[in-house]
């Protein structure tokens, strides 16, 4: 029987609760694959740094809201900084992927026998 592996993203947040940083809402939604960014005061850029120093996340935002879709980065720790001028707000997402096995229905019906 075929398989197919998937992969579920779950992440991890470490918010920043300085004082400073209390109008930036950074929030995970109920599934946990994506980053919600919510402020009174403009956002002007996001990035992430992974744990290779690597950025995988680098967006002009110029809003006061912005959705970062989480399967996009690499498994591991990333660092986020939001910037809302003059402030840099710094704050961690740990990513995990969880592999399940499914079942993948074939188009092809094969022949079955029935033992008794």
Do not use: C, W
């Not at 935002?61 to 720790?77: A, C, N, Q, R």
């Amino acid at each position: 029987m075929p398989y197919s592996h998937a992969q579920s993203t779950t992440a991890h947040l470490i918010k920043n609760v300085n004082i400073r940083a209390k109008g930036l809402h950074h929030e995970l939604n109920k599934t946990k694959d994506t980053l919600i960014l919510k402020s009174d005061r403009t956002i002007n850029y996001v990035y992430s740094i992974n744990r290779d120093y690597e950025k995988e996340v680098f967006d002009y935002i110029d809003d006061t809201t912005f959705e970062v879709p989480l399967h996009i980065l690499s498994e591991g720790k990333h660092t986020f900084v939001v910037g809302q001028s003059p402030l840099k707000i710094v704050f961690a997402v740990y990513i995990s992927r969880e592999k399940d096995l499914q079942t993948v229905a074939t188009s092809t019906s094969l022949p079955t026998t029935t033992l008794q």
